[in-house]
């Protein structure tokens, strides 16, 4: 059993998962309340990892990861480090290929507050910022859980992505997907089906989760 | 102390072109058939709708004057609106709504219990009867200290007497008051009952006609002024 791959797997989640929070929210409210020039334009390119296959990400953020890539280049200047094959680079990887499994149920929820319930509290004296946090976040809670549980369990199954940026270094890139696949390549079936078993209970629980806060929610 | 207004504004169906001021601690009641202005123009008065063209002066300040492109946000008027619906936030309960943006969080409790609401202080919004949001919604906007309460058809979703009764704490609210109040109703004799000074808005415009004709043709709208019991009615022009 590679309880260093779930502990990176569940590590990558965890990190992928509180930063998206943070990411996706101005994101949602932006997409919900605002309309400018170029806004589908810009929808599109926030859903695009959703419809390209994990290996044509992995691609392009090797590219621009890479040590020619702006940003990886940007990330060697500061640090002196490469982005490629460290844990910092697989979460940025997994941020990316997340993202719109984060900002869709935010969006739709955000989307679903009634306007008149953000005028009453402008009408009270409240910023748009404080709106934010007071209005719109507490009454969307549910759909932050959905987005916050499915970024989770999607960082949980990430392959493709994170072996084309991180490759398969024990403790750092190695996760519990990549350790299945390798263990498979070397016909340990016994190794593969323990990590795959232990993750059924994980993603089971957090779907009961998702379940028990909309019921929780509900008026 | 006057409150001027004078609003210009392209709406789909006609073009809203009104004049009107009025002396603080007055209720205005702005009556007229659905669909004829009446909410647009307390939206613009609170700042969330942008006039094309006018004024609204408050005092010795300007709130909106497209000629000096002043345009106050809804947070610098200092107001209090109490909508049809909506006023309450779901997730906080009726105190905390009504502490929302209190000025004293201690007043609260003494407004609760002036709207006789204070035993269910603990509850939600959905958990309350309709008369008892709207109640939690005057007294949020109270608690803030507004310097201007603007009602828009706040009684109009709810039973005939929870809205008698609301009524009356309104008018025995109105002489203790030392700030204006516009209330918008199309119940004639909501109107004639409740105000000071009656501001018919029809297709945008004021037609003091419709008025008139209005109290014609309702046969209590006769009684409903004397049992008003403070026959100061005027029109406003």
């Known amino acids: ?219 | 102390m006057t409150i001027e207004v004078s609003l210009k504004k392209k709406l789909k169906y006609f073009d809203l072109d009104i004049n009107f001021s009025f002396a603080k601690k007055n209720m205005i009641v702005m009556i007229g058939p659905s669909g004829g202005g009446k909410t647009t123009i307390v939206r613009m008065l609170a700042g969330l709708q942008k006039p094309d063209e006018g004024q609204i002066i408050f005092g010795d300040e300007i709130w909106f004057d497209n000629n000096k492109n002043i345009n106050l946000t809804p947070q610098k008027r200092h107001l209090g609106y109490v909508f049809q619906d909506y006023n309450l936030f779901p997730h906080l309960n009726l105190f905390e709504n009504a502490a929302f943006a209190a000025v004293n969080k201690n007043e609260v409790d003494e407004l609760f219990e002036v709207f006789k609401i204070g035993h269910l202080k603990k509850r939600k919004p959905h958990m309350v009867s309709g008369g008892e949001r709207q109640r939690c919604a005057i007294c949020q906007a109270l608690a803030r200290h507004s310097r201007i309460l603007l009602l828009d058809e706040p009684f109009s979703a709810l039973d005939a007497i929870t809205r008698r009764g609301l009524r009356e704490e309104l008018k025995s609210l109105k002489r203790n008051m030392s700030f204006p109040i516009i209330y918008v109703t199309h119940d004639i004799n909501e109107a004639l009952y409740l105000a000071d000074e009656i501001l018919p808005v029809v297709d945008g415009k004021i037609d003091h006609q419709w008025l008139q004709k209005m109290i014609a043709r309702e046969p209590s709208a006769q009684l409903t002024m004397r049992a008003a019991r403070e026959p100061r009615l005027s029109l406003v022009y």
């Open chain 1, 1 to 219: 059993m590679d309880y260093l791959a779930i502990y990176v797997t569940l590590k990558l989640a965890l990190v992928t998962t509180a930063a998206l929070m943070v990411i996706a929210a101005p994101i949602a409210y932006v997409l919900s309340y605002y309309r400018f020039a170029g806004k589908s334009f810009f929808e599109a390119l926030i859903y695009l990892p959703m419809a390209l296959p994990p290996t044509v990400i992995g691609f392009y953020l090797i590219i621009v990861m890479g040590p020619k890539g702006f940003v990886g280049k940007a990330w060697g200047f500061l640090t002196g480090d490469s982005l490629l094959f460290t844990f910092i680079g697989i979460t940025v990887a997994s941020i990316i290929y997340s993202i719109p499994f984060a900002v869709q149920p935010m969006k739709a929820a955000f989307s679903k507050i009634d306007r008149r319930l953000l005028e009453a509290a402008y009408v009270l004296g409240l910023s748009k910022r404080a709106t934010f946090f007071r209005v719109i976040i507490p009454n969307s809670v549910s759909g932050i859980a959905a987005s916050a549980i499915l970024v989770f369990l999607h960082s949980i199954g990430a392959f493709g992505v994170l072996l084309m940026v991180g490759g398969s270094i024990p403790g750092k890139t190695k996760v519990a997907s990549i350790a299945i696949y390798e263990a498979v390549e070397m016909m340990n079936y016994q190794t593969a089906g323990m990590i795959a078993l232990s993750f059924i209970p994980i993603s089971y629980f957090f779907l009961m989760l998702i379940n028990k806060l909309n019921e929780g929610t509900q008026p």
